[in-house]
């Protein structure tokens, strides 16, 4: 059982790490994350960039669903624009990734701004489906604006260094991708301590009460969808240098329910959710691969014969956990860790 971790300031009472135990597990935490490229097979390295591009994304779509309460469908279209904007920079003016990686993060922000000035008039549903707008006319945008995306051929790029050090392999840019990730989860946790997360979850829970109270709902709406966005504009970029190529069919609705369901799932409103929940969403499908290449010795093409139903497998599992677990899957690590505080008595 936890004891000796009474607080008697204010300022331990807000810190991000209350006991050393905390401090311990999180140094644990670095060192296997910088061991573990060493360790892995190339397979396990390209799932590893592939879940820190997602939990960097899925942070900041928590930061506007699941602190804010504002419900958006655009997220893929913004890092739409993100990887547009890094690529074009990097190949139009050859800028270095850590330029290019901030200021598609800006643009993105700046959009995602524009985006949010319907959410003063409107929740909901139809801030959803206004959301969802915005999505399709930056995929127009996408296909149509030929002198800036290139339409339907897109971007291929080359690669790329950053101090010297060519990125040209998933090694190497798992240094990039693993750092920004944890900057990003570490940056949600901090807005939490702040005027800014404090107007957010105010506006997430009453945003009647909260104008009453002197929160500006316009300010603080945009500032979360401006901070949100960001978010996704540097995990676009991120997608497309680590995966080299942009295209319209890039970032398709699909990814904005994606990400959506990855929330849920990991639990709204919560640090660990998005981490949680872009883990499930993209290691899911691949053990669902997995578990189809075993069988097909047994049943021959079952590639071609279960293709389909591991769609409809992932969706179940999806729909079951939100039935039996609705609070994620944060609720069930906080359930462990209650057991372990609490252990040996009853909890």
Known sequence: MRIGDAVTTYDADEAIFRTPTQKFWMGVLIVCLLLFPFISSPYLLFLGCMVGIAVIS???????????????????????????????????????????IPIAGLTTAAVGTIVGLPSLRVKGLYLAIATMAASVILHFVFVHWESVTRGNAGFNLMNYSVFGIELNSDFRIYFSIVPLAFLAVLGQRN?????????????????????????????????SFGLSSFYAGCAGALWAYFYKVVTPDSFPLDTSIFYLAAIIVGGMGTVLGPIFGAAFMALVPEMLKMLTEWVEPILPNAQVHLSPVKGIVFGVLIVCFLLFEPHGLCEIWRRIQRFFRLWPFKT
Do not use: C
């Not at 404090?198 to 316009?218: H, K, P, T, Y």
């Open 191 to 223: 807005l939490l301590r702040t005027l800014i997360g404090r107007a957010f979850i105010a506006i997430r829970d009453r945003d009647i009460s909260a104008e009453v109270l002197g929160v500006d709902l316009l300010k603080y709406k945009l500032m």
């Open 58 to 100: 899925a942070t900041g779509l928590n930061i506007l669903v699941g602190l804010t309460g504002q419900i958006s469908l655009g997220h893929g279209g913004f890092m739409g624009v993100g990887a547009y904007t890094a690529v074009w920079f990097a190949d139009n003016l050859g800028l270095p990734i850590l330029l290019t």
